[in-house]
């Protein structure tokens, strides 16, 4: 029987924040529950926003909330985990995608995106209306002296499907609902799709736990890991934790973050008021990672985002 293999994928593009540490105390829960380990993967695809300091200090948070891994970090096996250290590899696969014929230059703007498609679904999304994908090879060569193109993946007119260890079956149509995606933005940086999948598989991720704002990212993963001949791991998608008003936190804002509130209370404080928010204990009581494991059950997490109340952090008692 193959072990459970989970990750934490922080973007060290700030300090993290009490959602952030939600996810990584249910991805922690889940996979030790299960017997299983935990990767460390640094996701700094974005190198101009990441910063490995910030990266150390999330490190250092985990650590103080218990929350150990067993592989990566950001000084592991000389930055081996780390996203912006695996160009190569990215390459690699990329090509395999040019030559299976699916990948073409795209030259739309963000701002001629928006315009030429209204939002799609409930969630806002915007669907890529196939501007670019049969450009002759003379509008590209036209259009090349004017800006560098992005890369997009031709996608086919099929449903994916996938059963969320959380929220249950799950399907989309890609070329209906998803629509031709970028793999790699014009500026050279391989996008967060392609080098997720890739990272997932070469890593042996067997189990994916993140917030439900991802939720419409896994059949396009799924697809991915197909294409490469790669068992796509299982999903598990989380409610979000927002502030009393619905407001999503951010890191930008400095939201709860994790440093004003190692000021303010305990480790077991922190992870308990987190296990009653997210229905694995009944009542409020400071508890360690490591003793909330048995209580982890998918079935007590709540579907619905998960609202902080107006007065925390002076009251931990959710």
């Not at 081996?80 to 190569?88: E, G, L, V, W």
């Not at 014009?186 to 042996?204: C, P, R, S, T, W």
């Not at 068992?231 to 009393?244: K, N, R, S």
């Amino acid at each position: 029987m193959s072990i459970t293999v989970g990750r934490f994928a922080p973007t060290p593009s700030g300090k993290m924040h009490l959602g952030n540490v939600l996810c990584s105390l249910l991805a922690w829960l889940s996979a030790r529950s299960q017997g299983g380990k935990i990767i460390l993967r640094v996701e700094d695809l974005d190198t101009e926003r990441s910063n490995w300091e910030f990266q150390r200090q999330i490190e250092d948070d985990l650590l103080w909330l218990g929350l150990t891994w067993d592989e990566g970090g950001v000084d592991a096996d000389n930055h081996r985990y780390c996203q912006s250290r695996r160009t190569d590899i990215y390459l690699r696969y990329f090509a395999q995608l040019e030559e299976m014929g699916l990948i073409y230059p795209c030259f739309c703007s963000r701002a001629e995106l928006h315009a030429a498609s209204a939002p799609h679904r409930s969630d806002g999304r915007f669907l890529y209306t196939g501007t670019c994908r049969n450009l002759t090879p003379e509008e590209v060569a036209q259009k090349r002296k004017l800006r560098p193109p992005a890369a997009r993946i031709r996608v086919p007119d099929r449903e994916v499907a996938f059963t969320d260890l959380h929220y249950g079956p799950y399907t989309e149509n890609l070329a209906e609902e998803c629509g031709d995606f970028v793999v790699r933005r014009a500026d050279g940086v391989f996008a967060y799709q392609l080098a997720v999948a890739i990272d997932d598989a070469l890593m042996g991720v067997t189990e994916v736990v993140r917030g439900n704002d991802l939720l419409s990212s896994s059949p396009r993963q799924i697809w991915l890991h197909e294409l490469f001949g790669f068992p796509p791991p299982q999903y598990g998608h989380i409610p979000l934790l927002t502030a009393f008003d619905g407001r999503r936190l951010s890191k930008r804002d400095g939201d709860l973050d994790l440093s004003r509130l190692r000021t303010l209370y305990s480790p077991e404080e922190i992870i308990g008021m987190l296990g009653k928010a997210a229905g694995l204990l009944d009542e409020y009581r400071p508890i360690s990672a490591e003793n909330l494991i048995s209580y982890f059950d998918w079935k007590k997490i709540p579907l619905e985002d998960i609202r902080l109340p107006e007065n925390f952090p002076e009251r931990l008692s959710v």
